[in-house]
Every structure is written in structure tokens, then in C-alpha cells.
């Protein structure tokens, strides 16, 4: 793991751990909170666990439901587009860029401390993956199986959302997608099959409103 990639990945850990002593030691409040949905933004930091799949932090769009306490039902997609290093193949190069663009729905569970709202979920569901060769590359390697696949994602997870206002929440989350993409290249030293683990830990914080 690269200094540059990890930067990131370090500050959003130190954020969220911060977010969640906060959440945990702040005097209960705002227990109702009003609306029906929750709209904000959120910086959210994707760490595979495979060497040759870069991490990447991106910025984005939140749409959730107001928490309330008991069980509920959870959708996701954590989409992240990470470069993918060479060295699997002889490379000491990256060769391209993976889009994996997950669908996942499952049960959730939400328990109400005060302000605090903190949801366990176990989603799943088809991920649509492409495999991208860089321009640079393409004399040198090229896919032998078609560049699109669907494979299986499943994350469990932990959602935190702490009510600063009445219609304001922090927010943090913390999980782990299992995700594990195939493809075939073919270089001049044959073809090879490769499954990368795109297994990644998710590290987000973000802001929401209440809204409706």
C-alpha cells in the first residue's frame, strides 16, 4: 500500500473513530426525529484487500430512510472504479481500471440510543463489473474473456447516525464487501485466468437533512 492511497484511507478512519466516541459519549437528544428521508453527502474510502487493486476515495449523493428503531430493509451499492497493477502479470505497471457497480437489498436491524441510531445490515446482490485495458497497455495486453461479468457481492455493515439537530445528522459507516470479479488476459506469455479478490473494507462519514 502506497503512501498516497493510504493518506486518505488513514483520515477517514481517524474521522469515523471520532465520530463514533462522539456519538457514544454526547447526552441523548432529538430521540424523534422528524421527516420520512434523509438527504446528504458523504466521503466514503474503498480499501481492497487484493495488492493489485488500488484503494480509492470518492465523494457522493445519500439518500436513507429517517432511522427508527427494530427492523427494516437496507439497499447499497458502493460502486468504486479502482486502477489494478500489473505485477500478476509480469507488469511493474498498472494495465487498467476496474468498474465494479454492485445492486445489493437486505434485512437491517436499527437500535436507538437517544441521538444515536446505530443499524447492523447484511445486504447482497449481482455485481455488474468492466474491465478496462489503459491506452498504453493495449500493444502489450489485451482480454481474452469479455471486458463485462456479473459476479456476487455481499457487505455486512454498521451505519451510524447521530442527530446534531433535530433535522441534521453526522453520519459514519463501517463494513466489508466480499466481491470477487474473473476475468482472462492474454500477453505473449500466454493466457492467464485471474479472480482478484475485490474484496474491500468500506470507511465513510458524511451529513444528512431530514427532509418531507
Known amino acids: 500500500m502506497n503512501l ?10 481517524q474521522v469515523s473513530v471520532s465520530i463514533l466516541l462522539l456519538c457514544w459519549c454526547a447526552v441523548p437528544a432529538h430521540a ?3 421527516g420520512k428521508f434523509n438527504i446528504g453527502v458523504a466521503a466514503t474510502t474503498v480499501h481492497p484487500t487484493d495488492d493489485d487493486v488500488r484503494p480509492t476515495v470518492g465523494v457522493g449523493f445519500t439518500v436513507t ?3 427508527r428503531s427494530g427492523w427494516g430493509f437496507t439497499a447499497g451499492f458502493n ?3 479502482p486502477d489494478i497493477e500489473g505485477a500478476f502479470l509480469g507488469f511493474a505497471e498498472q494495465v487498467g481500471a476496474l468498474r465494479v457497480r454492485p445492486v445489493m437489498g437486505g434485512p437491517s436491524y436499527t437500535f436507538m440510543h437517544g441521538s444515536l441510531a446505530t443499524m447492523l445490515s447484511v445486504i447482497g446482490g449481482p455485481s455488474f463489473n468492466r474491465m478496462r485495458i489503459h491506452d498504453n497497455m493495449r500493444d502489450r495486453v489485451e482480454l481474452a474473456s469479455d471486458e463485462k461479468n456479473v459476479s456476487v457481492a455481499i457487505r455486512p455493515g454498521v451505519n ?3 442527530a446534531v ?5 453526522i453520519t459514519g459507516f463501517g463494513g466489508y464487501m466480499f466481491n470477487r470479479p474473473e476475468f482472462t488476459f492474454r500477453t505473449a506469455a500466454g493466457e492467464i485466468n485471474n479472480a482478484w479478490s475485490a474484496d474491500a473494507v468500506l470507511v465513510g462519514v458524511g451529513v444528512t437533512v431530514a427532509v418531507f
Open 4 to 13: 498516497v492511497a493510504s493518506r486518505p484511507f488513514t483520515v477517514v478512519v
Open 32 to 34: 424523534q426525529r422528524p
Open 65 to 67: 430512510r429517517i432511522p
Open 79 to 81: 460502486w468504486f472504479e
Open 160 to 162: 451510524l447516525s447521530y
Open 165 to 169: 439537530k433535530p433535522r441534521v445528522a
